[in-house]
């Protein structure tokens, strides 16, 4: 399976204006297929070396295309993943036709013997802007080891030369768990060597064979996070994004704060953040994000797989705009635990994914966050009731980034403290 595309910008259309994630997803994820080569451990889609036969077919895949187009400008990206989207023969041609229907569209191919220069210049041809590719280890041992297939670590460093000198756009998945974890500063390394525009940490959501990895404890995320934040403040370089860590934006207002931005951080969203730190702030499963199964289940994204449709028997923007579930994921208020109280859940909001792999309510607390928000008087006894009064509320339109602070991090000294767990 291949992760999750983030690729390449947050609130903002391709036209530069704003998603408002009530009405249009920002990203819309299509598992073309779950057919593939590799067996790879954490794969959410469990995937299978054949096609299944409940895979939509051309016609309806087009259909759904179509769909997901007439939304209007700004439109969603369109990424095609799986699986390997390249086991489906009709790939270019569904790539063309979303192209031509105005949708940007990448594609997370996986690295296999399917994945040639050819295909690469094809896929750039029928219009493709970027790939993502899966690095998981900074040596062929790592990497190989949790995809499964020998050789796949020489495969991706140069399918990544080859695709960026085709003319693509390319981002980098690398998977945080407990193994991963001290290998990250030589993975960012190697991904700058290479020269990829985008480095993507995706934090573990337990599902399909993600269940047998190892997740980080919260108190090493926030030391991860506080790295990233150092990292991103490096002039050259890939971008770094993160996945599956809303909370990553706490720290950042957090940061903020501290360094006198005050609620202003958090309330007024500057118009771009400087390079190395992502936009998309608000956005999360459901939230700006919709999923497209192999067989046309609409979910809120391929890691928070309750079906609140088909594109078979429904339009799956109707879906997303309308179906209790998806409107229930896009109201912080409806939120349980403590994320149901937190200041930050409507920049934040956690990982829906990550809340229902842990206690099987998509609602629920992300198991993932350190942060402790404050119970209020009026709460005591009511923990699970929406938070009130909160000078954040006012940031539930707030899909932008937020700018990093200028200054030198407060928690750099502490960063330096717990680096070498890293390292
Ligand atoms: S408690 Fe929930 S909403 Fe608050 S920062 Fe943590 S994950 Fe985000």
Same mark, same amino acid.
């Given at each position: 399976?291949?992760?999750?595309?983030?690729?390449?910008?947050?609130?903002?259309?391709?036209?530069?204006?704003?998603?408002?994630?009530?009405?249009?997803?920002?990203?819309?994820?299509?598992?073309?297929?779950?057919?593939?080569?590799?067996?790879?451990?954490?794969?959410?889609?469990?995937?299978?070396?054949?096609?299944?036969?409940?895979?939509?077919?051309?016609?309806?895949?087009?259909?759904?295309?179509?769909? #997901?187009?007439?939304?209007?400008?700004?439109?969603?990206?369109? #990424?095609?993943?799986?699986?390997?989207?390249?086991?489906?023969?009709?790939?270019?041609?569904?790539?063309?036709?979303?192209?031509?229907?105005?949708?940007?569209?990448?594609?997370?191919?996986?690295?296999?013997?399917?994945?040639?220069?050819?295909?690469?210049?094809?896929?750039?041809?029928?219009?493709?802007?970027? #790939?993502?590719?899966?690095?998981?280890?900074?040596?062929?041992?790592?990497?190989?080891?949790?995809?499964?297939?020998?050789?796949?670590?020489?495969?991706?460093?140069?399918?990544?030369?080859?695709?960026?000198?085709?003319?693509?756009?390319?981002?980098?998945?690398?998977? @945080?768990?407990?193994?991963?974890?001290?290998?990250?500063?030589? #993975?960012?390394?190697?991904?700058?060597?290479?020269?990829?525009?985008?480095?993507?940490?995706?934090?573990?959501?337990?599902?399909?064979?993600?269940?047998?990895?190892?997740?980080?404890?919260?108190?090493?995320?926030?030391?991860?996070?506080?790295?990233?934040?150092?990292?991103?403040?490096?002039?050259?370089?890939?971008?770094?994004?993160?996945?599956?860590?809303?909370?990553?934006?706490?720290?950042?207002?957090?940061?903020?704060?501290?360094?006198?931005?005050?609620?202003?951080?958090?309330?007024?969203?500057?118009?771009?953040?400087?390079?190395?730190?992502?936009?998309?702030?608000?956005?999360?499963?459901?939230?700006?994000?919709?999923?497209?199964?192999?067989?046309?289940?609409?979910?809120?994204?391929?890691?928070?797989?309750?079906?609140?449709?088909?594109?078979?028997?429904?339009?799956?923007?109707?879906?997303?705009?309308?179906?209790?579930?998806?409107?229930?994921?896009?109201?912080?208020?409806?939120?349980?635990?403590?994320?149901?109280?937190?200041?930050?859940?409507?920049?934040?909001?956690?990982?829906?994914?990550?809340?229902?792999?842990?206690?099987?309510?998509?609602?629920?607390?992300?198991?993932?966050?350190?942060?402790?928000?404050? @119970?209020?008087?009026?709460?005591?006894?009511?923990?699970?009731?929406?938070?009130?009064?909160?000078?954040?509320?006012?940031?539930?339109?707030?899909?932008?980034?937020?700018?990093?602070?200028?200054?030198?991090?407060?928690?750099?000294?502490?960063?330096?403290?717990?680096?070498?767990?890293?390292?």
């Amino acid at each position: 399976m291949t992760a999750r595309f983030v690729y390449p910008s947050g609130g903002e259309g391709t036209s530069g204006m704003r998603h408002v994630f009530a009405a249009t997803p920002q990203r819309v994820y299509w598992e073309v297929t779950r057919a593939c080569d590799l067996a790879c451990r954490h794969c959410r889609a469990e995937a299978q070396p054949c096609r299944a036969p409940e895979e939509l077919d051309s016609a309806e895949a087009r259909r759904m295309i179509d769909q #997901i187009a007439a939304v209007g400008s700004p439109r969603p990206h369109l #990424i095609f993943t799986g699986g390997d989207p390249l086991k489906r023969p009709d790939l270019f041609d569904l790539v063309a036709h979303a192209v031509s229907k105005g949708l940007p569209v990448s594609v997370s191919p996986a690295v296999t013997g399917l994945l040639t220069r050819d295909t690469l210049r094809a896929l750039r041809t029928a219009g493709v802007e970027a #790939i993502s590719l899966s690095l998981d280890g900074s040596d062929a041992a790592r990497h190989d080891g949790l995809r499964g297939v020998p050789g796949t670590f020489a495969r991706t460093l140069e399918a990544t030369r080859a695709a960026i000198e085709e003319g693509l756009l390319v981002q980098v998945n690398t998977l @945080v768990t407990s193994a991963t974890l001290p290998d990250l500063p030589a #993975i960012d390394e190697l991904v700058s060597r290479l020269g990829a525009q985008r480095w993507s940490l995706f934090f573990l959501v337990t599902v399909g064979r993600g269940r047998e990895l190892g997740q980080i404890s919260p108190e090493d995320c926030e030391t991860l996070f506080a790295w990233v934040r150092e990292r991103s403040r490096r002039v050259g370089g890939p971008v770094v994004t993160t996945t599956e860590a809303p909370h990553y934006r706490r720290g950042l207002l957090e940061q903020g704060a501290r360094q006198g931005a005050g609620d202003g951080a958090a309330t007024a969203a500057p118009p771009g953040g400087p390079p190395g730190h992502a936009r998309g702030f608000g956005i999360r499963d459901g939230n700006g994000i919709l999923f497209i199964s192999y067989s046309g289940d609409v979910c809120p994204s391929g890691f928070l797989p309750l079906v609140a449709g088909n594109v078979r028997t429904s339009d799956p923007i109707d879906v997303y705009r309308s179906s209790p579930l998806f409107l229930s994921l896009r109201d912080p208020s409806s939120f349980h635990g403590k994320c149901g109280r937190c200041e930050y859940r409507h920049v934040c909001g956690g990982s829906r994914a990550r809340a229902w792999a842990a206690t099987g309510d998509p609602l629920g607390s992300d198991p993932l966050c350190a942060y402790e928000p404050p @119970v209020h008087e009026h709460e005591v006894g009511s923990s699970d009731g929406p938070a009130r009064g909160s000078s954040l509320a006012a940031a539930d339109s707030a899909n932008e980034t937020h700018s990093p602070p200028a200054r030198a991090s407060h928690d750099h000294a502490a960063l330096g403290r717990r680096q070498l767990r890293l390292q």
